[in-house]
C-alpha cells in the first residue's frame, strides 16, 4: 500500500462531496500535468490511502481521507468535446490523460492546515512542503503519513 495526496478546490470538489456520492466513490478526472498523470496511471493502486487537501480557497489543508478503489484508467472526459477536460490530441487509441476512482473514507473533524503542516518537525519529504511546483497528486511517505494522520485526527 503507498499513500498520496490529491488536491481539490472544494468549491468544484470537496471531501464533503465525495462523501455524498452514490456508493461515496466518484472518479478522480481532470488531471492535465504529465507528471500527475504518471502518478495516477503508474503509480495510484487500489488500496493505496489518499490525504484529500483543499486548496485555493478560505481553509487550505488535509480535510480527510480517501481510499483508492479501481486503479488507473483512460480519463473519459479528454475524449468529450463539450468538457472542459476535452483535449483534442488524445484519442481512445491513445489516451493521454487517466483516472482512479477514490472512495470516502473519513473527515476530519478540522481542516489540518498547510502552516501547521510546514511547522511539523518531521514533514520534509512531502512535495507540499518544498519549493517549487506542487502537483495536484503527490506522495506521501509512510512516516508523514503517519504523523500527518496523527496530527489531523489531534
Known amino acids: 500500500m503507498a499513500y498520496w495526496l490529491f488536491k481539490t478546490e472544494p468549491d468544484a470538489f470537496s471531501i464533503d462531496d465525495l462523501a455524498s456520492r452514490p456508493d461515496q466513490t466518484e472518479p478522480w478526472d481532470g488531471v492535465r500535468n504529465y507528471q500527475a498523470r504518471n502518478f495516477l496511471r503508474d503509480g495510484v493502486k487500489r488500496g493505496d490511502k489518499v490525504f484529500i487537501y483543499h486548496s485555493s480557497c478560505k481553509e487550505v489543508g488535509i480535510a480527510g481521507v480517501a481510499e483508492v478503489v479501481k486503479d488507473g484508467y483512460p480519463d473519459i472526459t479528454q475524449f468529450n468535446p463539450e468538457s472542459k477536460y476535452y483535449d483534442p490530441k488524445s484519442s481512445e487509441e491513445n489516451p493521454r490523460w487517466y483516472r482512479v476512482d477514490v472512495k470516502f473514507a473519513e473527515k476530519f473533524s478540522s481542516v489540518l492546515p498547510l502552516s501547521v503542516i510546514k511547522s511539523m518537525e518531521g514533514i520534509t519529504?512531502?512535495?507540499?512542503?518544498?519549493?517549487?511546483?506542487?502537483?495536484?497528486?503527490?506522495?506521501?511517505?509512510?512516516a508523514e503519513w503517519q504523523q500527518l494522520y496523527a496530527a489531523a485526527k489531534g
Open 125 to 142: 519529504e512531502l512535495p507540499l512542503v518544498k519549493k517549487g511546483g506542487r502537483l495536484s497528486i503527490m506522495p506521501v511517505e509512510e
